[in-house]
């Protein structure tokens, strides 16, 4: 079954640094987004991205943040400036279409840890 | 944000039995449900979802009963075996948000021997 790849699985990064979290979606799928858990807090959604430009973002996803999709496969979150608070483990997900028979595909994450 | 909420951190089912796993919402605007299942150092996995223009659906030993005017929703699982030990997640979006889920916290589920 096509899944959602995501790499590093483990980045540890110092506080102020720029860090790339990639992701290759399932490849037919067209809305890509991220998501993060911080430990012991619930999945919190950050930004969807459909037809190369973000559709819906939260609050957490502020000017720090922000996603590409540089070539027909990958996805990827770039955060400017590490914060401690930053730490917590990012999902990619992937869906097909808008639809009920299209769930969202999450990758296995990548445990981000600002030291 | 408590949109979504599973008020039972933990779930201890013996095999064979029964896994009655509950979620709570407040937003009306939810039209779409899902249930997600989280082993350690993996993702969430899809198990199964439903639309608000239905009360129940089944895929095999899952089943979601969904009760709008409760704003309530519930995951059976029978019968429970090992591997189902896991973390589960409710999830819900709106129509209009782009495929943006809000989750629960989550409810440990321990399936005994």
């Known amino acids: 079954e096509p899944e959602v790849t995501q790499t590093p699985s483990h980045q540890v990064t110092q506080m102020g640094q720029e860090v790339i979290l990639r992701c290759v979606p399932i490849s037919n799928h067209l809305y890509f987004y991220w998501y993060r858990q911080i430990l012991g807090q619930k999945v919190e959604f950050l930004v969807s991205f459909y037809n190369n430009e973000i559709s819906e973002k939260s609050e957490i996803f502020d000017d720090q943040f922000s996603v590409e999709r540089p070539d027909g496969s990958n996805f990827t979150l770039k955060i400017r400036s590490t914060k401690l608070e930053d730490s917590a483990m990012y999902f990619c997900a992937s869906r097909g279409e808008l639809s009920y028979n299209s769930p969202l595909h999450f990758g296995n994450g990548t445990r981000l840890t600002v030291t | 944000d408590q949109q979504v909420k599973q008020n039972s951190p933990s779930l201890s089912v013996q095999e064979g039995r029964i896994s009655i796993l509950n979620c709570d919402y407040t937003?009306?605007?939810?039209?779409?449900f899902l249930w997600y299942k989280k082993y350690p150092a993996e993702g969430p996995t899809f198990l199964i979802s439903?639309?608000?223009?239905?009360d129940k659906n089944e895929d095999g030993r899952f089943t979601v009963f969904l009760n709008k005017s409760a704003k309530h929703l519930s995951l059976h699982i029978v019968p429970s075996q090992p591997g189902d030990s896991a973390v589960y997640f409710c999830a819900a979006s709106e129509t209009d948000s782009w495929g943006k889920l809000q989750f629960g916290a989550g409810t440990q589920v321990v399936v005994t021997p």
């Open positions: 439903i639309s608000s223009i239905k």
């Open positions: 937003n009306s605007m939810f039209d779409y």
